[in-house]
């Protein structure tokens, strides 16, 4: 089981323009908490994360930035594979 861990962020939230998203709410919110979760996890104390959400035409650009540890070069394609692991990863 993995162990509970805090990840305190501060609040400035800056919108430029509304964005509206169509899709499944439960998976998107899912999504963000994953990408906000593992941006937490991997970020030292006293780092930053930043998300940004961008309309791109008729699309959403959404990315999460941290100062953590990162992902080697060898590992950022299969990333995205399901289950995907880099060695070492723990919860």
Do not use: W
């Not at 400035?12 to 998107?28: C, F, K, N, T, V």
């Not at 930035?65 to 919860?91: C, K, M, N, T, W």
């Amino acid at each position: 089981m993995a162990s509970p861990f805090i990840c305190l962020l501060p609040p400035p939230i800056q919108l430029r323009e509304p964005l509206m998203a169509l899709g499944d709410r439960a998976s998107l919110v899912r999504l963000l908490r994953i990408l906000l979760d593992n941006a937490c996890k991997f970020t030292p104390p006293g780092g930053s994360i930043t998300m940004t959400a961008v309309r791109e035409g008729d699309a959403i650009l959404l990315q999460v930035e941290d100062s953590g540890i990162g992902i080697p070069v060898e590992h950022q394609e299969p990333i995205f594979e399901r289950l995907y692991r880099v060695a070492g990863d723990s919860d």
